[in-house]
């Protein structure tokens, strides 16, 4: 026995003996047999480079992995095990079955040497000795195939299915693909148990229906097709539980849409993970998952516990049971038995739900979703081309959407959003726990389909200045509505409402800006801004700042400072120069022949960056005497938002041009609007020729302009710049008190309502100090062997290093705002430069009470990552 084997005879802490199991697997694909020869190589090495290394062991055809050194149910049982790999495909041991079965009874003699007194076979490994049959004569342990617990498995993620949707038994069919294996036998006869009738689709070659049906009862031939082919199943057939024996049968693109695939087989039958737009679910099969009261080793570090193959844990549940014997063999599983492992299963803490589809946790309102297309035609009238529910049957009925739930909203709009707008954005929300629909929003709060609350900090970005719907704004616009006044009459005649804001807009704005464009959106703003600065200059560069965001069509791409935003679409606006920010020699030697300066009073998506004293107020100079327009973007910051109407203010900027947009309309109507001086139009566009040079069509609506005379009405009647002023001067006072024990913050930041909290997030060195201390403590000089590794290997693992580092402190931002969203109903985000920077920028009608609640809750995120700080933090541990 080798000296880290599982001893037969150690005894758990209450004197009880612990069933010491061994447990022989082999790759269900190329790569995975790969994986495993890539483990033997390495061990090997490490083997070689030991102070004494081992003898060559002789014979050698499986590789161990230490998975399950030992296990504790929540009853308390305890087993010890090994599992090992051959490393051959099923394709490969199924080409030479008598070599491979000679070499599983000489694997599992080793497992048996090695201690354990029970073994377990999984996939081909069982197959090749006539399903453990043969190799139970053979060995002088038990042996199991571990196929009732798959079976098992397989059945009650069958009915997990169906019982969310609320099928009925008698008007269900469901097909079995791989009938009469081993494991679609016995899941057919469950099935057939249950009520339910089948297609058993089955290669019948020369073989009879009778021969082919002999394995059931004949009560139950009436019940069951056989048919040779999964396009050849009924037309009501959505549910398949596919369990053959050679893999790749399946292919989703000839499913119809609605079907769920419960796939037992290894390798796969549905071989490829179905198009998001497919509306088809495979549902892994056959596997069970650990509750968290079970244990492997001592539970200090994670195991893997979830989504076990059902013959590996039917292994392990009979060791914990302490019954070393043959469970599972032959084709023809005596169904009591699948009950009972199943029950042991659960009792040790092994169950089938939740679900998971090639290797990703299954949600079940993915199994949801597909309901409308189990309703009977008549009721499908209301369903979408994408087979979503529209409202028609009644609440909380399978017609109307999931069973027992009258309202389907939130899950249709996570897959609409997931299918048609953005798959990785929907991936990163569902990752870090926010991919939430809200349904209703009133002031600072926002409220989800299932009624649970949020506190807003986010803003829309800036666009809520107002809050959400509010009342002022949303009466202006119905009272526009009712009037019958026209909308989209600005190229035909000299629209009303839009001719009144433009009027307002200058007679608010810092220094002489007489005319106004009116666009849809901040970009678009830019783009305007940048137009006429070439246009009235008669000059083509732009300067920027660098990590400045202008926004994200090509013009004002091109005068972002973020390479990450620009590269992935080539050459831009050509003439255009980057500058740092705050630096004005630099801003000297660029600005000269140039057109414009674009910067923003404060970088909202830098990280909520504010300039150098003074800066502003001379760059102004600098562009005055340089003949270069001054462009100021205020979309995030204009509109009360640093507790001034526009955050020229604060340095009495007199801009050339100025970019509004976000809050213009209480963020209830897209609207936008640049800006300038009449001089600098009337040289860009002041002709007849020249008049409609720049243009938009949905530009200068007048019910957008009528939310915009509404919001401004708000802004001024309830000072809200000076509001902003107050609570966010509280806001930041209290936050910089709650986050001062904490050295992974590394600064409090802002003005009026728009702060910012950067966290260090320095992992560096972290890789690198990891891998030297397991090189170091591992028997051996494993230094040595590291060094042998040609440098390109080398330059990449550095790389990749550097880049887990990097990820390690985006993650910990990230890790704030599900902190505050999951446990104190929260919302904030990263901004768009800085990923380890906290948007705070809530609508400027948050009052004390509120600013406090978030400085609490950030005081308490804090707490639950103090060990990333430094002692001050230290807290004694409640008693």
Not at 51 to 66: I, K, L
Not at 193 to 207: H, K, P, S
Not at 274 to 285: C, E, I, K, L
Not at 622 to 640: K, N, P, S, W, Y
Request: aromatic share 6%; net charge negative.
């Amino acid at each position: 026995m080798s000296p880290d084997s599982p001893d037969p005879a150690v005894r758990a802490p209450g004197g009880d003996p612990v069933t010491s199991f061994g447990f022989l697997a082999h790759p269900i694909s190329t790569g995975h047999r790969n994986q495993v020869r890539g483990m033997d190589l390495l061990n090997r090495l490490v083997d070689d480079h030991r102070d004494a290394p081992a003898p060559p062991e002789r014979n050698r055809y499986s590789v161990p992995f230490p998975l399950f050194r030992s296990v504790t149910s929540p009853t308390g049982a305890r087993c010890a095990g090994r599992v090992r790999y051959l490393p051959y495909t099923a394709e490969q041991l199924l080409t030479r079955p008598t070599t491979a079965r000679r070499m599983v009874a000489d694997e599992v003699e080793k497992l048996r040497a090695e201690g354990a007194v029970l073994a377990g076979l999984g996939g081909a490994t069982s197959i090749v000795g006539d399903r453990g049959l043969w190799t139970a004569q053979q060995v002088g342990i038990p042996v199991t195939s571990g196929n009732s617990l798959t079976v098992y498995a397989a059945h009650e993620e069958v009915r997990h299915v169906v019982r969310l949707l609320g099928l009925p038994v008698e008007d269900t069919r469901i097909a079995v693909v791989g009938y009469p294996g081993s494991i679609g036998l016995a899941v057919a006869k469950l099935l057939l148990a249950d009520g339910f009738e089948l297609d058993l689709v089955c290669r019948q070659g020369n073989r009879s229906p009778e021969s082919l049906l002999r394995h059931l009862d004949p009560a139950d031939h009436g019940r069951v097709r056989l048919v040779d082919d999964v396009a050849l199943c009924s037309e009501r057939t959505r549910v398949f539980v596919c369990a053959s024996s050679v893999g790749g049968l399946v292919a989703p693109e000839k499913l119809r849409p609605g079907t769920i695939v419960v796939d037992v087989a290894l390798p796969r039958d549905v071989a490829e993970a179905p198009r998001d737009d497919q509306d088809v679910v495979v549902v892994d099969g056959g596997l069970v998952s650990a509750v968290p009261e079970v244990l492997v080793g001592d539970g200090s570090l994670p195991s893997p516990t979830r989504q076990l193959n059902g013959c590996l844990a039917e292994t392990v549940v009979l060791a914990l049971e302490g019954r070393a014997e043959s469970f599972s063999l032959g084709r023809e599983l005596d169904l009591d038995r699948v009950r009972t492992i199943g029950a042991l299963a659960a009792k040790h803490g092994f169950v089938p739900v939740p679900l998971a589809s090639f290797g990703r946790p299954l949600a079940d309102d993915e199994i949801l979703r597909l309901a409308p297309y189990f309703r009977p035609p008549a009721a499908r009238r209301g369903t979408g081309s994408d087979g979503t529910a529209r409202a028609t049957g009644a609440p909380g009925t399978a017609a109307a959407g999931a069973a027992g739930s009258g309202d389907d909203t939130a899950p249709a709009t996570v897959r609409r959003f997931r299918n048609r707008v953005n798959p990785p954005m929907a991936r990163l929300f569902a990752a870090h726990g926010l991919d939430r629909v809200f349904t209703r929003g009133s002031g600072t709060r926002l409220t989800t389909a299932d009624g649970v609350e949020y506190l807003d900090f986010v803003g829309g970005y800036g666009c809520l200045n107002l809050g959400h719907n509010h009342p002022r704004v949303t009466e202006a616009l119905r009272g526009f509505l009712d009037t019958g006044t026209p909308t989209f009459v600005q190229y035909v005649s000299m629209p009303t409402k839009s001719a009144e804001l433009a009027e307002r807009l200058s007679d608010l704005a810092p220094g002489r800006l007489d005319r106004v464009f009116f666009s849809n959106s901040g970009t678009e703003a830019v783009e305007a801004a940048l137009k006429v600065a070439r246009a009235g200059t008669g000059r083509t560069r732009l300067v920027h700042a660098d990590n400045s965001y202008h926004g994200k069509t090509l013009g004002a791409l091109s005068v972002t400072g973020r390479a990450s935003h620009r590269e992935p679409f080539g050459a831009l606006l050509p003439d255009t120069v980057a500058v740092p920010y705050g630096d004005l020699d630099a801003l000297r030697d660029a600005i000269e022949g140039a057109a414009a300066f674009i910067v923003e009073p404060v970088q909202g998506e830098g990280g909520v960056i504010l300039p150098p004293d003074g800066y502003l107020k001379a760059a102004r100079e600098l562009c005055r005497r340089a003949g270069a327009a001054f462009v100021l973007d205020e979309i995030q910051t204009g509109l009360g938002r640093t507790g001034a109407l526009f955050a020229a203010e604060h340095d009495g900027l007199d801009p050339d041009v100025l970019c509004i947009a976000k809050s213009l309309s209480g963020g209830l109507v897209p609207i936008a609007a640049t800006l300038s001086s009449a001089e600098l139009w009337d040289a860009a566009y002041g002709s007849t020729n020249r008049a409609m040079l720049h243009s938009s069509t949905f530009g200068g609506g007048n019910f957008a302009a009528a939310a915009g005379l509404a919001t401004l009405d708000v802004l001024i009647e309830e000072d809200l710049p000076r509001h902003a002023r107050e609570v966010g001067e509280q806001l930041r006072e209290g936050l910089r008190k709650a986050c001062e024990p904490y050295g992974f913050v590394k600064d409090v930041r802002g003005i009026g309502l728009m702060s910012a909290i950067e966290f260090d997030g320095d992992f560096s060195g972290a890789v690198r100090t990891m891998t030297d201390e397991l090189l170091t403590r591992f028997p051996g000089d494993l230094h040595a062997l590291a060094d042998t590794l040609p440098d390109e290997l080398r330059s990449a693992l550095s790389r990749t290093g550097r880049a887990l580092e990097s990820t390690m402190g985006d993650l910990m931002c990230l890790r704030f705002v599900s902190g505050l969203a999951r446990d104190h109903r929260i919302l904030t985000f990263v901004t768009a430069n800085q990923n380890r920077v906290l948007r705070i920028q809530p609508p400027l009608i948050l009052d004390s009470a509120e600013a406090n609640r978030f400085v609490e809750a950030v005081g308490a995120v804090c707490q639950s990552l103090a060990l990333h700080g430094d002692l001050r933090a230290w807290q004694p541990s409640a008693t």
